[in-house]
Every structure is written in structure tokens, then in C-alpha cells.
């Protein structure tokens, strides 16, 4: 499972679906309407929100925006569009990890948009996070499992 900090736009086709499917299971572990991945690193920091299901609704809200800018047609009934959530924190360093994580992902899947996003100085953070100084954050896997 990878939720991204960072925005959903620098994602390719492949990513931007697989952030929707497996932020959607997200949203299901919250609610507790599942049994697996109740544990997932990922999802500590909606875990420690102050309203999770509001903070996984403001996060949902903004890939189907840009799904949709793409013409894709994703189920908006399957989130709260109306639900809001105070900015999350993210680090510096954990960004700096996504962005160097997405490229390499991008290197071999979408070369064209890895060539697009490597051009960029700095690539643009989800709207439900605020950048803080910082490494890695604790909750990361580091290494290839995603």
C-alpha cells in the first residue's frame, strides 16, 4: 500500500488507479470494515489524525478531482466529498523519499512522465498535508516493498 504525500497529479495512469483502489482499502480499515491491513505503516498518520475518517475523505477527495481532470470516472459515492480535515504535517525528508521512490517507479513504467517530473525543482505535496522539517518519517518502510 503506498498513500502517497505527495499530489496525486505527478502520478502516472497505473499509480493514480492504484492510489484510488488502496486508499479506498484504507478508508475500509478506518471504518473498521475490514480485517487486513489494520497494522499498515501507511496509514498511522490517519490513524493519528484528529478526525481519521474526515482526514481519509479530504485525502480521497483530492485523487478524484484529479482523476476526473483526466477523464477518468471514479465512484464518487465511495467518499465523503463534503468532509473536511485540518492539514496534516509531512517532512521534508519523507518527500524527498516519495519523490525519489515515484521517479524510480516512473523510470521503467511511464517514461515519458518520469522525464516530466524529473524536470520539475519540486514536485507539489498532496492539499491535506503542510511540509515540516524533518527525516523520513517513522511510520515508512524503507526499501522496495511497495
Known amino acids: 500500500m503506498r498513500i ?8 502516472d495512469t497505473k499509480g493514480l488507479v492504484a ?14 470494515r ?13 490513524k493519528e489524525a484528529h478526525d481519521p475518517l474526515a482526514a481519509i475523505h ?15 470516472r471514479f ?5 465523503d466529498a463534503a468532509a473536511r480535515h485540518p492539514k496534516l504535517p509531512v ?3 519523507q518527500l524527498a523519499y516519495e519523490t525519489a521512490h515515484l521517479l524510480n517507479k516512473l523510470k521503467t513504467r511511464d ?3 518520469h522525464r516530466a517530473v524529473k524536470k ?4 507539489e505535496v498532496h492539499p491535506l498535508f503542510t511540509v515540516v522539517k524533518g527525516g523520513v518519517e517513522a511510520w515508512e518502510v524503507v526499501g522496495p516493498k511497495d
Open 58 to 72: 479530504t485525502y480521497l477527495f483530492v485523487v478524484h478531482a484529479e482523476a476526473s481532470a483526466r477523464g477518468y
Open 19 to 32: 492510489l484510488w483502489r488502496e486508499t479506498l482499502l484504507a478508508k475500509h480499515v478506518l471504518e473498521g
Open 91 to 93: 517532512t521534508e525528508g
Open 120 to 123: 520539475l525543482a519540486g514536485l
Open 111 to 113: 517514461p515519458e512522465r
Open 75 to 79: 465512484d464518487p459515492t465511495k467518499f
Open 4 to 11: 502517497w504525500s505527495l499530489h496525486p497529479q505527478h502520478l
Open 34 to 46: 475490514t480485517k487486513g491491513y489494520t497494522m499498515h505503516p501507511q496509514l498511522s498518520r490517519f
